[in-house]
């Protein structure tokens, strides 16, 4: 038990689906975030949410839609995703002080079709 | 953006053998955190570690941040320890402390029983 807490496990949809991914920290941190990873690849960051406020949104196409409702979940939104969206999605919570240590969930292991 | 180049990218060992992984970055850091992640996708925190020396039972960390570079050691080391080991950096400078951690491509590790 990490404190981080991600559902599902495991997720197959189709490319005309919608879908969420859940996330929820029990650890009493004020920063969330939503990670990719994808085979041979460095982990890439997401989206960040501080305080319930998104701050740091990289690049990442609209079928991803990020929702924070409070500081102890977060949702990330798929609609019409596409095959090299295929990865794991790592969810992590950290105090956001300057440089905390980064607490990560088990991630959803998602197949686009 | 900074480069963070860990070695070896495979390492197989027998149990009870020491291991030394190294992590080398490009730009001065504040932020340096190792993570551990298990065959079944989970990322656990084993260090952070922006300078100096920390032990945490048969693990250890050392970076020495003047020379850009970080040292994981295990030592006796068990067939729980294998898995894929990512060192992640947080550039100097930077206000935004986790937000802009780059991770390495990691160095997988094989015990054999």
């Known amino acids: 038990e990490t404190g981080v807490t991600q559902t599902p496990r495991h997720l197959v949809m189709g490319m005309t689906n919608k879908k969420s991914l859940k996330c929820e920290q029990h650890l009493g941190h004020n920063a969330m975030y939503w990670y990719k990873q994808s085979a041979k690849k460095p982990l890439e960051l997401m989206f960040v949410y501080s305080l319930e406020e998104r701050v740091e949104n990289n690049s990442v196409p609209s079928r991803f839609s990020p929702e924070c409702p409070n500081s102890s979940h977060l949702f990330l939104h798929l609609h019409t995703l596409q095959p090299e969206d295929s990865a794991l999605y790592l969810c992590?919570?950290?105090?956001?002080?300057?440089?905390?240590?980064?607490?990560f969930g088990s991630g959803t292991q998602l197949s686009v079709l | 953006g900074i480069q963070v180049e860990q070695s070896p990218p495979d390492l197989i060992l027998q149990e009870g053998a020491n291991s030394t992984l190294r992590c080398n970055f490009s730009?001065?850091?504040?932020?340096l955190q190792w993570f551990h992640q298990n065959p079944w996708g989970q990322l656990i925190n084993l260090f952070y570690?922006?300078?100096g020396t920390k032990q945490n039972g048969r693990l250890s960390a050392t970076t020495v941040a003047t020379e850009r570079y970080s040292l994981l050691y295990i030592s006796s080391s068990q067939t729980t320890d294998s898995g894929v080991y990512f060192c992640?950096?947080?550039?100097?400078?930077?206000?935004?402390?986790?937000?802009?951690?780059?991770f390495g491509t990691g160095t997988r590790l094989t015990i054999i029983p």
């Open positions: 992640a950096v947080g550039v100097m400078g930077s206000n935004f402390g986790n937000e802009k951690l780059t």
């Open positions: 570690i922006p300078s």
């Open positions: 730009d001065s850091v504040n932020n």
């Open positions: 992590a919570s950290s105090q956001r002080d300057i440089n905390e240590k980064l607490f």
